[in-house]
């Protein structure tokens, strides 16, 4: 069940080739399996070169439960045509001692079809063992243990409040910053998805974290945002999230109108429908009750966005941050606050640089 149960010798070269490819040691890393499967998830150095697409290994596993001699037949036939391309397209760009990495489902007869043919060609070439089983065996185990090397300062503060916009510039000034939001293409909350951006899948979105955080220094800090367990549709690994609530926090705080025009930007598309936006918000109906709900509908019907925006951040996001807060991060009333008089950039960028340089070496 993934690289811990390769056998010893298996194991060492699964580690060597899994780092060797990670750290961009390979000139191509090739995916043999089908699109489908790459889409959920894959090594982030891989390019899909699938031996038979979606549709021809639906057919061949298909036939493989009548005819499994019939069923060789039709992939190898379309393997050898998909190679083909992809040799004339891609792998001819390469020059011959090229170093090279293939891996499939376990590491079975998808890559050895890659192998070979790379091989044949003279390509320095490796495959790797257990395949992308066991890499995803690996991630998982790096998400139990890679969090825990780092120390975090994690900003706190209700919505609208910045906190995304200040880890970016926090970046931009040089600190190591996890942005969970990015990586999840999400905004956190109830309305927090981003129009016309799907989610990754939890598998993918586990490989981007494991990814991020290998490059980061473990001498130096990792500022991230004290999210919940759940950004939209994607889990945050436990390890991080025990992490992070020990961390060092920062509590932000802004003008209330700033935060509406904070709104106002991100959630544009809201306040061009903001109908859509309460077919969303009834959902709260039964932790707001019936006469809030009603409060925010008549906003909604007389189209007073900005109002509506502040009335659902007073009684809603405002307390159910102060509980959520203070039950995972019990000694926030200890955090160092960051009050912020503006949410453009130039007095973002002036937060993010003077927290920058006096906790570089916190």
Same mark, same amino acid.
């Given at each position: 069940?993934?690289?811990?149960?390769?056998?010893?010798?298996?194991?060492? !070269?699964?580690?060597?080739?899994?780092?060797?490819?990670?750290?961009?040691?390979?000139?191509?890393?090739?995916?043999?399996?089908?699109?489908?499967?790459?889409? =959920?998830?894959?090594?982030?150095?891989?390019?899909?070169?699938?031996?038979?697409?979606?549709?021809?290994?639906?057919?061949?596993?298909?036939?493989?439960?009548?005819?499994?001699?019939?069923?060789?037949?039709?992939?190898?036939?379309?393997?050898?045509?998909?190679?083909?391309?992809?040799?004339?397209?891609?792998?001819?760009?390469?020059?011959?001692?090229?170093?090279?990495?293939?891996?499939?489902?376990?590491? %079975?007869?998808?890559?050895? &079809?890659?192998?070979?043919?790379?091989?044949?060609? %003279?390509?320095?070439?490796?495959?790797?063992?257990?395949?992308?089983?066991?890499?995803?065996?690996?991630?998982?185990? !790096?998400?139990?243990?890679?969090?825990?090397?780092?120390?975090?300062?994690?900003?706190?503060?209700?919505?609208?409040?910045?906190?995304?916009?200040?880890?970016?510039?926090? @970046?931009?000034?040089?600190?190591?910053?996890?942005?969970?939001?990015?990586?999840?293409?999400?905004?956190?909350?109830?309305? %927090?998805?981003?129009?016309?951006?799907?989610?990754?899948? !939890?598998?993918?979105? *586990?490989?981007?974290?494991?990814?991020?955080?290998?490059?980061?220094?473990?001498?130096?800090?990792?500022?991230?945002?004290?999210?919940?367990?759940?950004?939209?549709?994607? =889990?945050?690994?436990?390890?991080?999230?025990?992490?992070?609530?020990?961390?060092? &926090?920062?509590?932000?705080?802004?003008?209330?109108? =700033?935060?509406?025009?904070?709104?106002?930007? *991100?959630?544009?598309?809201?306040?061009?429908? &903001?109908?859509?936006?309460? *077919?969303?918000?009834?959902?709260?109906?039964?932790?707001?009750?019936?006469?809030?709900?009603? /409060?925010?509908?008549?906003?909604?019907?007389?189209?007073?966005?900005?109002?509506?925006?502040?009335?659902?951040?007073?009684?809603?996001?405002?307390?159910?941050?102060? /509980?959520?807060?203070?039950?995972?991060?019990?000694?926030?009333?200890?955090?160092?606050?960051?009050?912020?008089?503006?949410?453009?950039?130039?007095?973002?960028? *002036?937060? @993010?640089?003077?927290?920058?340089?006096?906790?570089?070496?916190?």
């Amino acid at each position: 069940m993934g690289s811990s149960s390769l056998p010893a010798d298996k194991q060492a !070269q699964f580690s060597s080739m899994l780092h060797s490819a990670l750290d961009g040691q390979y000139a191509l890393v090739i995916d043999a399996r089908s699109e489908r499967e790459y889409a =959920e998830d894959h090594l982030p150095c891989a390019v899909s070169l699938p031996v038979v697409d979606n549709e021809e290994y639906a057919e061949v596993g298909t036939t493989h439960r009548t005819d499994k001699h019939r069923a060789y037949l039709i992939g190898v036939s379309y393997a050898l045509k998909n190679m083909s391309h992809a040799i004339d397209e891609l792998v001819a760009r390469h020059p011959k001692d090229a170093r090279m990495l293939v891996y499939c489902f376990r590491g %079975g007869k998808r890559s050895k &079809l890659w192998y070979d043919a790379l091989a044949t060609i %003279g390509f320095r070439v490796d495959r790797l063992p257990g395949g992308w089983k066991a890499y995803r065996a690996w991630v998982r185990e !790096q998400l139990t243990e890679l969090p825990r090397r780092y120390r975090y300062h994690v900003l706190c503060g209700p919505t609208g409040c910045g906190k995304t916009r200040l880890l970016a510039a926090l @970046a931009s000034a040089g600190a190591q910053a996890l942005d969970l939001e990015d990586l999840a293409r999400h905004r956190g909350s109830l309305i %927090g998805d981003i129009p016309g951006v799907a989610q990754p899948t !939890q598998k993918w979105f *586990d490989s981007l974290l494991v990814e991020k955080l290998r490059s980061f220094d473990a001498s130096r800090p990792i500022w991230v945002e004290s999210e919940s367990k759940k950004i939209g549709a994607i =889990e945050v690994p436990t390890a991080l999230l025990e992490t992070m609530r020990g961390g060092r &926090l920062y509590s932000l705080s802004a003008p209330m109108a =700033e935060r509406v025009a904070l709104w106002r930007e *991100d959630y544009s598309h809201f306040e061009r429908d &903001l109908d859509a936006m309460m *077919d969303r918000l009834r959902h709260l109906r039964p932790l707001i009750g019936g006469e809030e709900c009603a /409060r925010w509908e008549g906003l909604v019907a007389e189209r007073r966005a900005a109002e509506l925006f502040e009335r659902i951040m007073e009684a809603h996001y405002d307390p159910a941050y102060a /509980r959520s807060i203070r039950r995972h991060y019990p000694n926030i009333d200890e955090a160092f606050k960051v009050e912020l008089s503006r949410l453009d950039r130039e007095t973002l960028s *002036d937060a @993010a640089r003077r927290l920058h340089n006096e906790t570089a070496a916190s």
